[in-house]
């Protein structure tokens, strides 16, 4: 049986990947406006690599925005590359993190287990009700331990 431990995993603020997005956006409709509509109406040499390298680059924006996640308070969120564990992400709010991650939310909230009561007689005959609460709070490790 190995130690597993909680690594904290890097991720960015959603407002900046965001931001980076649409500016990327922004640039592929002007690659793919200007390549459509020629100034002098005329095609140019470099047009047509000039266009498909516009749509790959859209794609691999819409690629990225595959990384988008939120995380609410009192959550995580476990982060996997390909199944194996890569860290785990605390941040409230908005969040980006690499695409190819899975990502796994993890409520951290407590968690209250109430047991009815139960009626017994103590050694000398006395009756006594016991009843249990279990209050536990999830400890976020990799959910592929040994």
């Known amino acids: ?3 597993s431990s909680e690594r904290v995993a890097s991720t960015l ?4 990947a965001l931001l980076g997005l649409l500016l ?3 640039v592929c409709f002007f690659l793919i406006y200007g390549t459509i509509h020629q100034v002098d109406g005329n095609a140019q040499i470099g047009s047509i690599p000039r266009f498909i390298g516009s749509v790959l680059l859209t794609l691999f924006g819409v690629f990225l925005a ?20 890569h860290g ?7 969040r980006w ?12 909230r407590a968690h209250n287990l109430n047991g009815d009561k139960l009626k017994v007689n103590d050694k000398v005959g006395n009756p006594v009700e016991i009843a249990v609460v279990v209050v536990w709070r999830p400890f976020c490790v990799s959910p592929l331990t040994d």
């Open 13 to 16: 603020s959603g407002w900046t």
């Open 66 to 85: 595959i990384g988008f996640f939120t995380l609410q308070p009192n959550q995580s969120a476990v982060l996997l590359l390909f199944g194996s564990y």
């Open 88 to 94: 785990t992400a605390k941040d409230t709010g908005l």
């Open 24 to 26: 990327m956006a922004a």
């Open 97 to 108: 993190a690499n695409p190819l991650l899975t990502k796994k939310k993890v409520s951290l």
């Open 1 to 3: 049986m190995s130690k």
